[in-house]
């Protein structure tokens, strides 16, 4: 009965190339996030959907796409890995402000 | 802009005692404010949280209230365990926003447990 899911929990790749991180949550929420964690544990908002639509999208690279085919899923797809896009990627679904996170996938880019 | 603010880490303690992690805060109008906690290779779970000033928010032994007058809601708890080795997050959510709102974190605070 896991409320928010992630896949893959590792990813390791070479720069330059192209990767998704896909998102499940069964808690019925409207919205969903994407953080990024980064080696010194700070989290960052990257982006937010709710109910399908784009209302948060941070100072990101072009380079991350966000992708949500339903209100229950959030992809995010990057392109041309750099090494500084190594991090915790968690992505996070609330109904009323209180936000519940995934259990993160680490991309290590090499 | 919103920001957080927690005691710089890491903390180590000895199992029993008594634990403090302050978090400061600064934001326009009135947010709501919570305590994550992030165990070795998880996610983030929610530990508390309060929503107005002079809320209490309590969860395992550990509580915080909302002090606006201080702007602040710093964690404690009376007798710490082993098991609450982790990384402990303050952090506040946009009140300028009803749907889809933004959590702004602290830094995070390491909290090392001795037996």
């Known amino acids: 009965d896991t409320a928010v899911s992630q896949t893959p929990k590792y990813l390791v790749t070479q720069m330059g190339n192209d990767k998704s991180i896909k998102c499940e949550q069964n808690?019925?929420?409207?919205?969903m996030y994407w953080y990024k964690q980064d080696s010194k544990k700070f989290l960052k908002i990257m982006f937010s959907y709710n109910n399908k639509e784009l209302i948060i999208n941070e100072t990101v690279p072009n380079r991350f796409s966000p992708k949500s085919p339903d209100k229950a899923h959030l992809n995010l797809h990057i392109n041309s890995l750099e090494l500084g896009d190594s991090a915790v990627y968690f992505c996070?679904?609330?109904?009323?402000?209180?936000?519940?996170f995934g259990p993160g996938t680490r991309l290590t880019v090499t | 802009g919103n920001s957080v603010t927690q005691m710089e880490g890491p903390v180590t303690l000895s199992e029993e005692a008594f634990l403090t992690i302050n978090c400061t805060y600064t934001?326009?109008?009135?947010?709501?404010l919570f305590w994550y906690v992030q165990y070795p290779g998880e996610g983030l779970q929610l530990l508390l949280k309060a929503t107005k000033a002079d809320d209490k928010g309590s969860n395992k032994g550990f509580e915080a209230t909302y002090r606006k007058e201080t702007t602040s809601f710093h964690l404690e708890k009376g007798s710490v365990q082993v098991s609450d080795s982790a990384v402990y997050f303050c952090a506040l959510s946009d009140p300028g926003e009803t749907s889809g709102s933004r959590l702004t974190f602290g830094e995070g605070t390491q909290l090392t447990v001795n037996p």
């Open positions: 808690l019925g929420h409207d919205t």
């Open positions: 996070a679904s609330s109904l009323y402000g209180e936000q519940y």
């Open positions: 934001a326009t109008g009135y947010p709501s």
